[in-house]
């Protein structure tokens, strides 16, 4: 392990991008940081809302066609190397509301978020348990921790 | 629309206001989207405009032809945070709709999934209020109070967020309450008031505290009347109205209607801690006196029937959700959420106050805006 990546695995930032969801994905995510219960921070793991200094973005909810600029601005705010986990049944195919009715597509949402920013992994649920965001943080960390 | 009819905030609107701050919709200080314009005068916010709608999903619209059962357990999808109230609130309709008799036990254990989720909803607005005034001790205290309650509705629901708990009829056969579970509801229920009491000690006697939260983002008991707000961000202003006192689900049940009287932060996180309480209160009387007999009644026959509205008092206030019931589809689906009127609340909180109590402002009053979201049709008057 180059001191690099030795010392960026020692201070993996966070930063949570909510698109429309409903809300459940966000608590859980923000309770797995911020609880004693399960605490990332002790992972090293922080939560930021300022994308210049994130790692790892996480984004929840289908994305809606208002959300879809700020998501990409964001993204390419972030510095490289960066990782994305989609959180949640919403991020990862639209969730209940990507579709009307069989295969009528909504006009509103224009997720899931792989079409809109690459993804390097994906949690799922409805909503995502804090157990298996820590799980999929820790999936994406190679990414950040091998590049050059 | 002219320039006479134009709603104004304040006096301000006619007057030329130096700087505008502008935050969101993505913005660092707001974990939910949603733009504020803030109109600042040396420092002082003059007025504000809270602009929502990047969140619009149009839940009614796929609502809209689907079978009611299916619909209701759309309507949980509306909010993760009171995901019990719209499922409940929209079972409510069809029931009142087709007149249909709810099991008594089925009744109890609707209002302890009701009351629990008040508790976490209301832990959760107190660790959010309590991390945006800069104290990361007492939020993380807070989210591990709540944690124990996040057991509890795991335990009844099978899942920690979206729990289903109500159907057309009586609640879900997974919700049945054994008497193990009964123990743990108990058990929990001693160990959240210990928590909880210890918490607002140790709250109200910091002075730190206290002094950064008295007189901080105040509400007008008259502006709160007029915007029509209500819940907990109405109660904190002196107005005791409470919806669960109307509703006959609640008639067995003895509780205290909370109140206080300043209508700013400091009103607005101790009524939230003392209504902590008082589910508490409810969830040992439904427990203690669980009435025995089936969960589901099954017996009803689906018709044609026409809008039908039902109101009920949720974490944040008046929730409405109204449909008319066609062939066994849902037609003319309208949820209308308590935040839509407490937003006009947040904006008047905001005026008066030094730029950097803004965002408090805005988090007393508990805003959701993802429930809030909705399609809605301005009419002129």
């Not at chain 2, 939020?139 to 289903?164: A, P």
């Not at chain 2, 950064?212 to 008991?221: A, D, E, H, N, S």
């Not at chain 2, 203690?288 to 007999?293: A, D, I, S, T, V």
């Amino acid at each position: 392990m180059s001191l690099k990546s030795y010392s960026r695995a020692r201070a993996v930032h966070v930063m949570l991008v909510y698109t429309g969801g409903c809300n459940g994905c966000d608590i859980e995510i923000v309770n797995c940081i911020f609880s004693p219960k399960y605490d990332a921070e002790q992972y090293k793991i922080f939560l930021t809302w300022n994308p210049r200094e994130a790692d790892v973005l996480v984004v929840t909810g289908p994305v809606t066609k208002h959300n879809e600029k700020p998501l990409k601005a964001i993204y390419e705010a972030i510095p490289e190397p960066k990782a994305v986990i989609a959180a949640g049944a919403c991020a990862l195919m639209g969730g209940v509301y990507k579709n009307i009715h069989g295969d009528i597509p909504s006009e509103e949402i224009s997720g899931p978020v792989d079409k809109i920013i690459p993804v390097d992994a994906k949690v799922p649920g409805c909503a995502v348990r804090p157990e298996d965001v820590l799980a999929g943080a820790v999936a994406a960390l190679p990414k950040l921790l091998d590049a050059e | 629309m002219d320039e006479d009819n134009k709603i104004t905030l304040g006096n301000s609107k006619k007057q030329v206001i130096e700087t505008e701050v502008p935050m969101g919709t993505v913005h660092s200080a707001a974990i939910e989207p949603y733009r504020i314009r803030l109109f600042v005068e040396d420092e002082v916010v003059k007025d504000a405009e809270i602009t929502i709608g990047v969140n619009h999903r149009g839940v009614e619209r796929i609502m809209e032809g689907l079978p009611v059962e299916k619909a209701n357990s759309l309507t949980e999808k509306i909010c993760g945070i009171c995901s019990n109230s719209h499922i409940w609130n929209s079972v409510l309709v069809a029931e009142k709709a087709l007149g249909i008799e709810v099991p008594e036990r089925a009744q109890n254990i609707r209002i302890i999934t009701e009351e629990l989720e008040r508790l976490h909803s209301h832990l959760l607005y107190l660790a959010h209020g309590n991390e945006v005034l800069g104290h990361e001790t007492f939020s993380m205290r807070l989210f591990y109070i709540r944690e124990t309650v996040m057991e509890l509705l795991r335990m009844i629901g099978g899942n920690r967020v979206q729990y289903g708990v109500p159907i057309i009829g009586g609640v879900r056969p997974r919700a049945e309450l054994n008497q193990m579970k009964i123990q743990k509801i108990q058990e929990g229920m001693n160990l959240l008031e210990e928590k909880i009491s210890d918490f607002a000690e140790r709250f109200v006697s910091d002075p730190m505290i206290m002094s950064r939260i008295t007189g901080v983002g105040t509400l007008k008991k008259e502006d709160a009347l007029r915007l029509a707000t209500s819940g907990p961000t109405l109660r904190a202003t002196g107005v005791a109205v409470d919806i669960r006192r109307d509703m006959k689900e609640y008639d067995p049940f003895e509780f205290d209607v909370i109140t206080q009287d300043d209508g700013d932060v400091k009103s607005n996180l101790l009524v939230r801690v003392l209504e902590n309480l008082e589910s508490i209160k409810i969830i040992r009387q439904a427990v203690n006196h669980l009435p025995e007999g089936k969960i589901t009644n099954r017996s009803w026959d689906m018709q044609d029937t026409p809008i039908t509205k039902s109101y009920i008092e949720v974490p944040r206030g008046k929730l409405y959700h109204s449909y008319a019931l066609e062939e066994g589809r849902v037609r003319h689906s309208i949820v209308r959420t308590p935040s839509i009127a407490n937003i006009g609340a947040m904006q008047y909180a905001c005026i008066g106050s030094h730029i950097t109590d803004a965002q408090l402002a805005v988090v007393q009053c508990d805003p959701c805006f993802t429930c809030t979201d909705r399609a809605i049709q301005i009419i002129q008057l």
